[in-house]
């Protein structure tokens, strides 16, 4: 994995032009983000990007490889954890984390396409390290850390996908609601949970997690 911390050059072709001034990793990040933000992933060209910085394209390979380092750049800017470096309760801190890795994935949707298949950069490598620290400090055993990391993992990256991808109108909603009303002998147990009506998602969110914590936790 390459290094992203270290102000690694990228291909510095033969003859390139010197990197400008001004142009540095951070600023072709934070502009990267906001390319993505605003375009999706199809929409992030090395020639765009050049031109949102006010640089010649030559200029970038003198700080990134190609735009597949780009996207990792930006999908580790964007995953930077700020929160509370000190543990406190395990539980409580998991929660913060997952919580702030999810809202993170909501204002950045891109991200969490893009996380399945990239590098894992030090940012993300720092959450894991949480994780798997504050599972230690609650007393789970070394030989089930790495299921009960890679179980958080999953419900973060399910949960994030299904809120980005499932919304139908609340029109449409109440739609399929009386539908299935009208189908209540088929599907009686969803239909008196009154499921597709539900939007809560961060209340739903929290309480998966919940459950899921509660599964982890070693039984005292």
């Not at 911390?5 to 540095?24: H, I, K, N």
């Not at 399945?116 to 940012?123: E, F, I």
């Not at 299921?147 to 909603?173: C, E, Q």
Request: with cysteine; proline share 4%.
């Amino acid at each position: 994995m390459a290094d992203k911390q270290g102000g690694r050059r990228g291909g510095r072709a033969q003859g390139a032009e010197p990197s400008e001034p001004g142009l540095t990793r951070e600023r072709i990040a934070a502009t990267a983000v906001g390319m993505l933000d605003a375009n999706g992933l199809n929409g992030l060209t090395m020639r765009g990007l050049a031109e949102a910085l006010g640089s010649g394209v030559m200029s970038l390979y003198w700080h990134v490889q190609n735009k597949d380092d780009v996207f990792d750049l930006a999908l580790d800017t964007v995953l930077e954890y700020r929160g509370p470096t000190a543990l406190q309760d395990w539980r409580g801190d998991i929660v913060h984390v997952l919580e702030d890795w999810r809202g993170t994935m909501l204002r950045h949707p891109w991200s969490a396409s893009l996380l399945p298949r990239r590098a894992l950069g030090p940012n993300i490598l720092v959450r894991l390290e949480r994780l798997s620290r504050c599972l230690a400090a609650g007393g789970v055993a070394d030989a089930d850390v790495n299921a009960a990391i890679w179980s958080l993992w999953n419900y973060v990256m399910g949960a994030t996908v299904t809120r980005a991808s499932f919304g139908p109108s609340t029109k449409d909603r109440a739609a399929s609601q009386q539908r299935l009303a009208e189908l209540g002998a088929l599907y009686p147990s969803i239909e008196r949970s009154r499921l597709l009506l539900d939007d809560d998602w961060d209340g739903t969110f929290r309480k998966g997690l919940d459950f899921l914590l509660d599964g982890i936790a070693p039984k005292r």
